[in-house]
């Protein structure tokens, strides 16, 4: 098996050449799509924006009402363990094994079949009488979630590119914050004003309603027909290339979400020991929300601009100076006002991690990428949550959140690495080739128009 041969100037040329055309020749040749074509992908992006938002109210809802379940149903404490387990194996499962199935010609029912699943997993909450029941509702959330969440990302960078795609998909974690961020709110009103039922009956109503937008914008053929170009090439040299970009890929992906475990696991445990009361904990987190949701669109442009890899794994390391700091010190507000720090680093470090992927990854792939992504962070986080809970009350807050931020931090490290050797391996990456297809692929018409991929070299 012959080795790839090295990039000569002439290759790199026509790569700057695709970049410095005129814009809508490129746009024409990279989506096939016109101005009309692209306001209607604005359209669908605002409709799957809209279903990350409601999936994450629906995650949100449930935070406040454990409790009233717990006592109504009479569920004993471990079932709660058990709930929170089987939506973090089946959001995971879902990540990593419907990805490619987005990126297919059957991608719409995939999608609507995630809706769908969201919706009946509201529906089920409301109608709770035993602990299976709880268990399977939100395993039917994460599988959802699961679905839901790459599509979108995918979506957000289809047919964009540099500082666009970074906004958008900024935007994509803005709505997913908002939604982590209200939801805890909207479930307290609507129970103080319906009872336990109705915040889970609001939540499927809506996402019945978006199902039917989701339905009647969303064209048949969201997905490519067929993957012509494999991931991993044949030439030795692109094998290992292609190993480095997924060892980088996971290793950001881990790293962006392991702090969250540790968050929804001691955040609470940690601000109640500082001394801090129920609304103090809810504001902490609302003044955490806030800033993300106004400045990650704004993050996801910078980090296009400054590069994705780059932004992301700095930006996750300066966060992680933020969270080692948390179990020292001794003021909820202080610690309240510190997160709020944390957030504004988070919303570019965030969005330049999706925007990594949607670089590296070809269009073909993009919600695989983003899936394998997101899967990395879901086990992360899981590990990081079951570890921090059982090792806090030996080792002590300062121990815990200090592992964990020097964990979060290696990993970002090793990305960052690793994706620069792997940069350093395919030179055209250091251009902004990726900008046009992602990974040193590219499309390319022929005479006859054909759009297939072709190998960026």
């Known amino acids: ?13 026509r790569v700057k050449s695709d970049l410095t055309g005129p814009l809508e020749a490129r746009t024409a040749v990279a989506v096939g799509g016109s101005a009309g074509n692209s306001g209607r992908r604005d359209v669908r992006f605002l409709v799957l924006a809209a279903a990350v938002c409601l999936e994450a109210v629906g995650v949100g809802v449930l935070f406040p009402l454990l409790a009233s379940i717990q006592r109504e149903d009479h569920l004993a404490t471990y079932g709660l363990g058990l709930m929170s387990g089987a939506s973090f194996f089946a959001g995971l499962v879902a990540q990593l094994g419907v990805g490619p199935f987005l990126d297919g010609p059957r991608a719409r029912r995939v999608l609507l079949g995630g809706l769908a ?60 914050m908002a939604g982590i ?32 937008l989701a339905a009647v914008l969303i064209p048949g053929s969201q997905g490519a027909d067929a993957v012509t170009e494999p991931l991993v090439s044949t030439g030795n040299r692109s094998r290992r290339t292609s190993f480095y970009v997924l060892v ?21 445990r940690l601000m109640t020991d500082r001394g801090a009361g129920a609304l103090l904990i809810g504001l902490s987190l609302t003044l ?13 442009r910078l980090a296009e601009k400054r590069g994705p890899l780059l932004a992301g794994a700095v930006g996750l390391m300066t966060a992680d100076v933020f969270m080692a700091s948390y179990g020292f010190v001794p003021s909820p507000v202080v610690i309240t006002l510190l997160g709020v720090g944390e957030a504004c680093v988070q919303s570019v470090a965030v969005p ?22 997101g899967g990395a962070g879901t086990a992360a986080a899981g590990l990081s949550a079951v570890l921090g809970a059982s ?11 200090v592992g964990g931020a020097a964990a979060s931090a290696a990993l970002a490290a090793v990305a960052l690495g690793v994706g620069r050797s792997a940069r350093n391996r395919r030179p055209w990456l250091a251009h902004s080739a990726s900008e046009v297809a992602p990974a040193g692929f590219r499309r390319e018409s022929s005479a006859q128009g054909s759009n297939t991929p072709q190998p960026g070299r």
Do not use: K
């Open 288 to 300: 955490y929300g806030a800033p993300f949701i106004v400045l990650a669109p704004i993050g996801g």
């Open 117 to 176: 699943l969201g919706a009946v997993s509201q529906a089920w909450f409301a109608s709770v009488t035993s602990l299976w029941s709880l268990v399977g509702a939100r395993a039917c959330g994460g599988i959802a979630f699961g679905i839901i969440l790459p599509a979108a990302l995918r979506q957000a960078g289809y047919g964009q590119e540099g500082p666009d795609r970074g906004r958008r998909l900024g935007a994509i974690s803005a709505s997913m």
């Open 391 to 401: 090792l806090y009350a030996q080792v002590g807050p300062g121990a815990v959140f």
């Open 181 to 212: 961020t209200v939801g805890p709110l909207l479930g307290s009103v609507l129970y103080s004003t319906g009872g336990i039922h109705l915040p889970f009956i609001a939540v499927a109503v809506l996402l019945g309603v978006v199902f039917v």
């Open 352 to 373: 330049a991690g999706y925007a990594y992927v949607a670089r590296v990854f070809p269009q073909e792939r993009a919600a695989t990428g983003q899936g394998l992504f």
């Open 248 to 268: 980088s890929v996971v290793c950001l992906g881990a790293a962006s979400q392991l702090p969250n475990g540790l968050y929804d696991a001691l955040w609470s």
């Open 1 to 13: 098996m012959s080795e790839d041969p090295e990039v000569t100037s002439t290759q790199v040329a």
